[in-house]
């Protein structure tokens, strides 16, 4: 699953991430295609800053 511009609604993905149990298996994209482009391997991390505009981020599913 990918969230584009998740920046508008990070909160709610985080949180809808958490209940589902994928927030482990997830990983950001801070400034995508930016000179400043950042890889965020803990969502805790991004939740917790201000979003960018061109944040996306990738959940991966998990086997049951």
Do not use: H
């Amino acid at each position: 699953m990918v969230f584009l511009k998740a920046y508008r609604n990070l909160d709610d993905i985080c949180s809808a991430l958490a209940e589902s149990g994928q927030y482990p298996y997830c990983v950001a994209v801070k400034c995508c295609g930016q000179p400043s482009e950042a890889i965020v391997v803990n969502l805790d991390d991004l939740c917790r800053q201000k979003p960018d505009y061109m944040t996306l981020i990738i959940a991966k599913k998990t086997r049951p």
